[in-house]
């Protein structure tokens, strides 16, 4: 079973949140998957900048899911 990624960026400023971006790659387990998604939040944290977060509480979340029943 193969497992894919999610990436769900949200400002608490705006009180909302994008839609929910496939990573494109697909992992062999959890693990791999979890590492991935924090590792994938903080390099996007980095691309839009300390101003831009801070402005606009931006936060990552991310989901884990089975390829074939994504509950998001």
């Known amino acids: 079973m193969k497992i894919a990624l999610f990436l769900i960026l949200c400002s608490g400023v705006a009180e909302n949140c994008l839609p929910p971006?496939?990573?494109p790659?697909?992992?062999i387990d959890d693990y791999s998957c979890m590492?991935?998604?924090n590792t994938e939040?903080?390099?996007k944290l980095e691309e839009?900048?300390?101003e831009e977060?801070?402005?606009n509480k931006i936060y990552i979340k991310f989901v884990c899911s089975p390829e074939e029943e994504i509950k998001i």
């Open 21 to 23: 971006y496939k990573y």
């Open 48 to 50: 839009i900048g300390y």
């Open 53 to 55: 977060v801070n402005k």
């Open 25 to 27: 790659a697909l992992f």
């Open 35 to 37: 590492i991935a998604g």
């Open 41 to 43: 939040s903080i390099l």
